[in-house]
């Protein structure tokens, strides 16, 4: 067991980005669970590490419950290159780049299909409003969903060919079951392995999630792509902003 080789109070930050299906926990939660006594925190962003490697200039977000150990973070990541913001908001900061690689996914669908920027954007504007619903009925701050991890790793997830994620949503969009477009894709596309847990947390906080709940009915249930996406413009119509807000 790693717990047996930690010491009290050692910070761990945790680069990683998924929610477990079974206990619907958050990564930092699943650490703290297992090493109690350690001090965890999150880095997130818009970063893909290709582009980092290359010095492309790159933001992230570090989260952590005491401010001193989000400065301290920063204060060692920081260069010309590589720029951190410091946040609270650890719940908020790990849901979006979560749920970002389920929209990533249905974005890669689009692009398979052949739909073009349209689409694109709106599958990008509703499905930041799906993670920002849902990641607010658990507790987060509306504003990191407009943040970096919120609307910034989306966008990057859903544009670049770097994206795991959306390369594996081409494929299904293509005609490929989700495990062809796994083994095609040779690497975790973390989206798969997300949606049934996001599908989930929307049903425990009572939070409608249309695009991510077609998406699992593609990658589960042997929904065509095409009949997902007509379905998703066919819904009941509804508004954008209600006059009562």
Partial sequence: MMADKVKKDQLIVSVAKGIEEETLDTLSQIIKEEIPFAN????????????????????????????????????IFMNPNFRVYTSPDVLGIELGGALKNVVALAAGVADGLGYGDNTKAALITRGIT?????????GGNIKTFAGLTGIGDLIVTCASMHSRNRRAGILIGQGRTM???????????????????????GKKYGV????????????????SAADAVKDLMERDKTNELSWEE
């Fill in 40 to 75: 965890v925190a999150v880095m997130s962003g818009p970063s893909h590490a290709e582009e980092v490697s290359r010095r492309i200039p790159t933001t992230c977000v570090v989260g952590a419950k005491d401010k001193k150990t989000a400065e301290y973070i920063q204060d």
């Fill in 130 to 138: 799906e993670i920002a619903r849902l990641g607010t009925a658990m």
């Fill in 179 to 201: 495990k062809e477009a796994m083994d095609e894709v040779k690497m975790v596309v973390e989206g798969v392995y997300s949606a049934k847990a996001a599908l989930a947390l």
């Fill in 208 to 223: 409608d999630l249309p695009i991510i709940e077609q998406v699992n009915l593609v990658l589960f249930e042997g929904k």
